[in-house]
Nanobody, 120 residues
Framework: QVHVVESGGGLVQPGGSLRLSCEAS????????MGWYRQAPGAQRELVAT???????NYADSVKGRFFISKNDAKNMVYLQMNSLKPDDTAVYYC??????????????WGQGTQVTVSS
């Protein structure tokens, strides 16, 4: 079983910055992808930024140039640096981890989420 834990959320003023962290642990044979999604109140969960394979990245248009995803493969961690935050960025941010086992079985694990609130 894979466990995913996010941290780093909080309250920040518009224009401010936050850095989210996500750690995957447990029975991990191979990580195929790790990334960040978010869900605002009354909205569907949406992609923010992901590693799609190796070091390839994918960003939502709304965060390009402001958010930056990075990772530490040795620690099974992924980070999201969020700059120039806007009130529209307010949401619960979730990390997900797609793994494969030694026999090819795949698993997608989600964290519990961390709240990011952008408000003056």
């Amino acid at each position: 079983q894979v466990h995913v834990v996010e941290s780093g959320g909080g309250l920040v003023q518009p224009g401010g910055s936050l850095r989210l962290s996500c750690e995957a642990s447990g029975s991990i044979f191979r990580i195929n992808a790790m990334g960040w999604y978010r869900q605002a109140p009354g909205a569907q969960r949406e992609l923010v930024a992901t590693f799609t394979g190796g070091s390839s990245t994918n960003y939502a248009d709304s965060v390009k140039g402001r958010f930056f995803i990075s990772k530490n493969d040795a620690k099974n961690m992924v980070y999201l640096q969020m700059n120039s935050l806007k009130p529209d960025d307010t949401a619960v941010y979730y990390c997900n981890v797609w793994t494969s086992g030694p026999t090819g079985d795949e698993n997608l694990a989600w964290g519990q989420g961390t709240q990011v609130t952008v408000s003056s």
